[in-house]
């Protein structure tokens, strides 16, 4: 683990604040220490894109501000320091006991079923997988928000259609998962929504484009599902024919949804945790 990272001084102050926020809820007013609650871990995936970090920062940052006390640590796939490994070396340097770990990913796939347990497992502290973020009703409430910023309208026409466009992914649930959510957020809007991928599955953006099209659907936006910019959402937003919506990034319903998995994750029986993916 070779990567570092130089914190600046918002960045100091922020976790200062946060750690005697955090010390201060763990006593009672009787002066009574309470049980310190298991660390969330926010598992992103890693970007060379700078705005992928920052945004990931920020998202973290409403987290902390929704759950005061709540340590709230960041690690990573790959790609950007702290990586996973490293952040769970440091909670156990630090006594920490239990960490849940959250992906910041939005189906299942390799990462969520794969790479992340196996972190987990080789770690000194006591760590928890949680599901994947997606699908859940507070993406699409996310989603509706952000395609009404880059100016969806309240009444669309009888033309309107949607791509949703996400990574993509071998694995067939992860399809699964992304088609669940199209279905959610064709049921917010009123018009159809097709998934449709940047990399790895089918369809592509531009099949997806041409499949509405040949179906009268010519007033086509396309809807970002992406947790932070990048490539893959650059290229995304660049295909719209009409309109194209920012990444989720650090919309409220993403940190509350985080902490919603966090939640499910510590009140649920280990061997049940998969089932949670769509609650």
Request: glycine residues 6%.
């Amino acid at each position: 683990m070779t990567a570092t990272h130089l914190d600046t001084t918002a960045d100091l102050m922020n976790r200062i604040g946060t750690s005697l926020a955090g010390q201060l809820g763990l006593v009672t007013l009787s002066g009574r220490r309470r049980p310190a609650p298991p660390a969330l871990v926010v598992v992103a995936h890693g970007s060379r894109d700078p705005r992928a970090l920052s945004t990931v920062r920020d998202l973290l940052d409403r987290v902390r501000a929704l759950r005061p006390g709540l340590p709230v640590h960041l690690g990573h796939i790959e790609l950007n320091a702290p990586l996973l490994p490293d952040t769970l070396d440091t909670l156990a340097g630090l006594g920490t006991g239990e960490a849940i770990l959250v992906p910041l990913l939005l189906s299942r796939g390799y990462h969520v079923k794969r790479d992340i347990p196996e972190m987990a497992a080789r770690a000194e502290v006591h760590a928890r997988v949680a599901p994947a973020l997606g699908p859940h009703p507070l993406l699409v409430e996310a989603l509706h928000a952000r395609l009404t910023e880059a100016g969806w309208p309240e009444t669309p026409t009888a033309d309107s259609a949607v791509v949703l466009a996400a990574a993509g992914s071998r694995d067939p649930e992860s399809k699964i998962d992304t088609h669940r959510t199209a279905d959610l957020l064709a049921a917010r809007l009123g018009v159809p929504v097709l998934p449709a991928y940047a990399t790895t599955a089918t369809p592509t953006i531009p099949d997806a484009l041409r499949t509405l099209a040949a179906a009268g659907r010519t007033k086509v936006a396309v809807a970002s599902y992406f947790t932070a910019p990048g490539r893959f959402a650059t290229e995304c937003t660049q295909a719209a024919p009409w309109i194209a919506s920012s990444p989720l990034g650090t919309h409220e319903a993403m940190a509350n949804l985080i902490l919603h998995r966090y939640d499910q994750t510590l009140t649920t029986p280990a061997e049940t945790i998969p089932a949670l993916a769509s609650a």
